[in-house]
């Protein structure tokens, strides 16, 4: 239980390499968490009831890969032709997908802010995640916006920890993309740290607690505050 | 030689049981043509530089296959992976693409007139071929639009004969999408079957040849007058 949530989150991850990639090999790290499988994909002979075994116990499957000529590389496009048959998928309202989320987490290899119109790739990632947008909208599923990690390679150490925090709440987090859930995540994520460290720490982390949550406390005032002068004004 | 035009085609087919789907059969006889290479994909293990050599001598590169969760086929898919290799397409200006032409030639299971927002597929053809537009662009192709295979099991003789033209077409005329062309595509077809046919075919062949020429002369000329027409208007 992460974050006060009960989600269950596969990861399908696709990647030729992914031992030599140090990019998965951080994620894999930020992955260690409970209720995530982290599933690497290795090889084109699939066993597809194991596979469909483990989607269906997941809430939120996560396809992740970096991308191959504006697509899921083929070890990971094979897995989905081999994994999701009509079988398995239809009839949609007793399909075998049938009100799970699906994210995408892709690495890119050239800058985020070029996938644009007008800037050197043309399209918005959103364009290019179109097929597997289409997929989660004919199985029932829910789509969730794209996780991006954008040029690994060149990021700081501080953008690196925030990119982890960020990917374990794309991975977690009950609902995503909502301004208060970041700190309400957080409170969990603290709540269940404090159950785990010796007696002397736990003080000091409770009283940390209660301020984060005095603070979220005050937020969510003040945003009401401010709503009402919205409706108003209206 | 095809309709007055030297263009050279590769025909690439990713289908995972080629032989088993009437659609690829239909049409790999409907593109036994000259300046044709119908080059099916069957294996994951690809020889790279065999394939360069093969897309190099094209004029005109088509990705042929049946459209499988709104992307090609696993098989297609590592095709492009292993084949289109950093070296072999960049620098782009100098790029072993560039300058080329890329169809997409993509068989439905559900029917086209779906893909359209509030359809069942709630995506248009153009949009789930962006990924593939993407690449065209970043290599300096030329992306033609998308030859639609329309549940070919479900057609008619005579809507088979029309995908046959069609198809033959988007394979091996110059320009596409211009109103004049079918008819020229024609003429030179026609113009070459002439030299082929026993003398006292020959000549009856030669007669309908200059009607069709006379024909398209009159559309031409009308054509001419109403843009005058047109004008003259504005």
Do not use: C
Request: hydrophobic share 45%; charged share 20%.
């Amino acid at each position: 239980m992460i974050g006060g949530g009960f989600i269950k989150t596969l990861v399908v991850v696709g990647h030729p390499q992914i031992e030599d990639s140090s990019t998965q090999q951080f994620l894999k790290e930020a992955a260690n968490l409970p209720d995530v499988i982290w599933h690497p994909v290795t090889s084109f002979a699939v066993n597809v009831a194991a596979e469909q075994a483990l989607i269906k116990q997941a809430d939120r499957l996560v396809l992740q890969f970096p991308l191959y000529w504006y697509s899921a590389p083929a070890i990971l496009k094979n897995w989905l032709d081999q994994v999701l048959t009509r079988h398995f998928v239809y009839p949609a309202a007793m399909g075998g997908l049938v009100g799970k989320e699906l994210g995408i987490a892709v690495s890119l290899g050239s800058p985020a802010k070029n996938f644009a119109a007008g800037a050197g790739e043309d399209f918005s990632i959103s364009q290019i995640m179109i097929p597997f947008q289409a997929l989660a909208n004919k199985t029932q599923m829910t789509f969730l916006p794209t996780f991006i990690i954008d040029q690994f390679g060149y990021q700081s150490d501080d953008t690196k920890a925030n990119l982890l925090i960020d990917y374990q709440r794309y991975l977690t987090q009950e609902r995503l993309g909502h301004f208060d859930d970041k700190t309400n995540w957080l409170i969990g994520q603290l709540t269940d740290l404090i159950t785990t460290v010796p007696e002397e720490k736990r003080q000091r982390l409770t009283l940390i607690l209660e301020e984060i949550k005095n603070n979220q406390a005050t937020l969510d005032d003040l945003q009401m505050n401010i709503k009402m002068i919205h409706d108003m004004e209206d």
